[in-house]
């Protein structure tokens, strides 16, 4: 029986912007090549699309650095969850307030070979 492949990953936690918007890119890159990823990561105007990449090239240099890992990489898994987000309020007329929610998320990018499975 073959071992286990070791999960190469990077996390961004408590970026201030929303899951929803995050999970837009994410669901663009995954399952694809890294210089695939990294070049419609590149062209997209999102700030998301932005904070994805950093994710995406610290998670690229964990691989070389940390692993020794060589050659072709492509994104396994990529997800984004939700995390605690900051409660401010609006105030609006009579008096009264409105509840403002400011999402932010932790945001995993985790990429191995080709052949492997995770």
């Not at 990529?78 to 932790?106: L, M, N």
Request: proline share 3%; charged share 25%; with cysteine.
């Amino acid at each position: 029986m073959a071992a286990k492949s070791v999960k190469i990953k990077a996390q961004a936690k408590w970026v201030k912007i929303a899951v929803r918007k995050v999970r837009l890119m994410i669901d663009l890159i995954r399952g694809k090549s890294v210089n695939e990823a990294q070049s419609l990561l590149a062209f997209m105007p999102q700030k998301a699309a932005g904070v994805v990449a950093d994710v995406l090239k610290a998670a690229v240099a964990n691989a070389r650095h940390n692993y020794k890992v060589d050659g072709d990489l492509f994104v396994s898994e990529a997800f984004a969850d939700e995390a605690t987000f900051a409660k401010r309020w609006q105030p609006v007329s009579r008096g009264r307030a409105h509840a403002i929610k400011k999402r932010s998320s932790h945001i995993t990018v985790c990429v191995s070979h080709p052949g492997e499975e995770i």
